[in-house]
């Protein structure tokens, strides 16, 4: 997404269900700086929480001053 990177994730809860996370780095450039961003709120399936992850990412990635969740 332009000079970032986003990489959606997805994890599975004991009780069935799956939380989403992202990371965001750099595209260019030498320092290794990364930030992973975690949510508490859980989904009934991979897909959604996957789908929220990306949503996330491209916010965070894309809006100068994303809205918080």
Do not use: I, N
């Not at 986003?6 to 990364?34: E, I, L």
């Not at 989904?43 to 809006?63: D, H, I, K, P, Y």
């Amino acid at each position: 997404m332009g000079k970032y990177v986003v990489s959606p994730a997805t994890h599975p809860t004991d009780c069935g269900r799956f939380r989403a996370s992202f990371s965001v780095r750099q595209a260019q450039g030498d320092g290794s700086s990364r930030r992973v961003f975690r949510f508490e709120t859980t989904f009934a399936s991979r897909e959604g929480a996957r789908l929220f992850a990306v949503t996330q990412g491209w916010l965070r990635a894309c809006m100068s001053h994303p809205p918080a969740c």
